[in-house]
């Protein structure tokens, strides 16, 4: 492992977020990576007319930034599917 993903792990820090949190909303700038370990984001575009569809779940295998590793603007809006614990970088 080399010493820059190291210390990227050294610095993640644990969270336990409820239902209904929103993590990110559409065109806000990604400051905060959030990786579910045990709870389900759900990532949902906003239609014009006003509805909500969800695009995607994301679970223990993924994390939730934006679109990509290195895009800074959330494409979508997080919101905590199943609450449980996270870390976050």
Same mark, same amino acid.
């Given at each position: 492992m080399s010493a820059s993903d190291a210390s990227a792990l050294r610095s993640l820090k644990g969270v336990? *977020?409820?239902? =209904?949190?929103?993590?990110? #909303?559409?065109?806000e700038i990604i400051d905060t990576v959030y990786f579910p370990a045990g709870? /389900?984001?759900?990532?949902?575009?906003s239609l014009s007319t006003g509805e909500m569809v969800e695009g995607? *779940?994301?679970? =223990?295998?993924?994390?939730? #930034?934006?679109s990509g590793a290195r895009c800074k603007i959330a494409l979508t809006r997080?919101? /905590?599917?199943?609450p449980g614990p996270y870390l976050y970088v």
């Amino acid at each position: 492992m080399s010493a820059s993903d190291a210390s990227a792990l050294r610095s993640l820090k644990g969270v336990h *977020l409820e239902s =209904k949190r929103v993590l990110s #909303r559409t065109r806000e700038i990604i400051d905060t990576v959030y990786f579910p370990a045990g709870a /389900v984001v759900s990532l949902v575009v906003s239609l014009s007319t006003g509805e909500m569809v969800e695009g995607a *779940l994301v679970g =223990k295998d993924g994390c939730r #930034r934006g679109s990509g590793a290195r895009c800074k603007i959330a494409l979508t809006r997080a919101i /905590v599917q199943l609450p449980g614990p996270y870390l976050y970088v």
